[in-house]
């Protein structure tokens, strides 16, 4: 998790916050089903999911910026190998965002299926 984190950058704190605070409407929903908490959390899911493919694209923007400076510095390097290396770690807002996203939805289920037979 600390290496998704390194490898995501800067938007990644962004990422780590509006998370979190899905991840915590959605156990307060869970805990006691109403649907202003439930609002919250669907708004905050929003925001950790464009700040998702914002960080992606910060990343891949910087992967863009930075790989003629990688190539220099580590000969017989290809082009080919730099880029793979940097969409991977591109990725890491993805896969921390999404992965929030999903834990978030699983908690808010269990609020709805509460709502529903309360």
């Avoid at 800067?10 to 916050?17: C, G, R, S, T």
């Avoid at 910060?58 to 510095?73: F, M, Q, S």
């Amino acid at each position: 998790m600390l290496t998704l984190f390194a490898e995501g950058g800067f938007p990644m704190w962004f990422l780590l916050a509006f998370g979190l605070a899905t991840l915590a409407f959605a156990a307060r929903f869970a805990h006691t089903p109403a649907r202003r908490t439930l609002r919250t959390a669907l708004a905050l899911a929003g925001a950790t999911a464009f700040t998702s493919v914002t960080g992606v694209c910060a990343d891949l923007a910087a992967v863009g910026h930075h790989a003629p400076g990688y190539l220099e510095a580590h000969p017989g390097t290809t082009m080919v190998e730099a880029l793979l290396q940097g969409v991977a770690e591109s990725m890491s807002p993805a896969i921390v965002g999404f992965t929030m996203l999903s834990l978030a939805a699983l908690v808010a289920a269990l609020g709805l299926q509460r709502e529903v037979t309360e």
